[in-house]
């Protein structure tokens, strides 16, 4: 698809970009030109020089777009899918920086898929790290004009059949007119949205309350009475890389126990996903990167917590329990076990992330919204899906009323 070094200049710049910029005061835009260029996996070095430059110079980076983050990944993934780098130039200064991936599938096991990915994604299913709160890296003024030039960029390159942007969120999406279709050639996008359930200790902090004054009345109620049951608990919050890697594989045991159980294969069953992981601990603990905790009752594990800590808040990334028979209620007594012990160490947030988990109802008071889109391109191949889809539909509906016109 992609095969050589482009460039885009300021002269690609559209009304549309110019709009954007009215209303700002004039030390507030950015008159330097943009130059997009792009490198492949043979330059992964000095692509990672760059991004860790810019990374210096920003005052908050995504844990998503991070440099360790994106690296370790293409380390661990490059085979599977095609990683291509994207640097906005300034001035002879690195002003913005996006991987994109490239995945192949089939349709109907026939017909070839070509998917570029905004990010750490693509990657085979039962691999995926599910990357959530994906971004750009690219300083704030000139936030907007590379949005605008990267997808021009995309937009020009004939090979792939649909892009895809997973788990960015609604603000940021609206910097995507791609999404909305930025030319003829586009198909109506397919959005997905999720929600991510989350409790603010930051303002539970500052007003003095306890965490368990926020909660609703039938939860209050419910952890009081574990809290009963299963006492003393306590919790070992990992101080050193050895200890977060003994949590880490106390995790992987309970973690694949439990999903094994039910007939699943559990997130670590793939290597790739487990060397993913343990590589990320091994290079970002020492700079407080990720937590681990293990939370005991009377002495034994009912569960190990593996969060990421993106911009002082907390994401609950991976976890391990016992079974219900073991311990009541294991995933909910960690959580609000960690969450005690994070509102004391001074994060801002406890994010439960996507996914539909009773414990992320009961203890994540607030919300936000991430999205999955998918952009396609005209396809006679899309066209035949649709139509497949639809006929499933009417012989659905033929069959449903069939069935009530019964005697």
Sequence with gaps: MIEAISQIDQQNSSTEYSERMDGLLPEEIVHHPLQLKMYGIKDL????????????????????????????????????VRPWFVVAIAKDRVEGICLLSESESKLFGIFPVKTLNLGTAGEPHGQSVCVEYNDLLVSDHYRAKFVHQLQ?????????????????????????????????????????????????????????????????????????????????????????????????????????????????????????????????????????????????????????????????????????????????????????????EAMKRGFDAYDFLVGEKQHKENLGKSAQQLQWIVCERKRLKYSLRDAVQYSKQIVKRILKRDTNNKP
């Design 152 to 340: 021009k960029l995309i937009s020009s390159e004939p090979g792939w059949d649909q892009f895809v942007l997973s788990g960015i969120s609604t603000e940021e999406v609206m910097d995507w007119p791609i999404v909305n279709g930025l030319n003829s050639r586009m198909r109506e996008p397919s959005i997905r949205v999720r929600e991510c359930r989350y409790f603010d200790l930051k303002a539970c902090r500052d007003t003095g309350e306890e965490i368990l004054q926020r909660l609703g009345k039938s939860t209050k109620s419910n952890l009081k009475r574990r809290c009963n049951q299963l006492d003393p608990l306590s919790i070992a919050w990992a101080e050193s890389t050895e200890q977060a890697l003994g949590i880490f594989e106390e995790l992987i045991e309970l973690h694949q126990a439990r999903w094994q159980a039910v007939g699943m294969p559990g997130a670590f069953a793939s290597d790739r996903f487990k060397q993913f992981q343990k590589t990320l601990i091994e290079k970002t603990f020492t700079n407080k990167g990720v937590v681990l905790a293990r939370i005991t009752s009377k002495g034994k594990t009912i569960g190990c917590l593996y969060l990421l800590n993106d911009r002082n808040r907390l994401l609950d990334y991976v976890s391990g329990f016992v079974s219900f028979e073991e311990a009541p209620s294991p995933g909910l007594m960690s959580h609000y076990v960690c969450m005690q």
């Design 45 to 80: 070095s000095k692509v990672m020089t760059y991004w860790r430059e810019l990374e210096q110079r920003l005052p908050a980076v995504p844990v998503a777009c991070s440099a360790t983050w994106t690296e370790n990944w293409v380390q661990q993934y490059a085979d599977v």
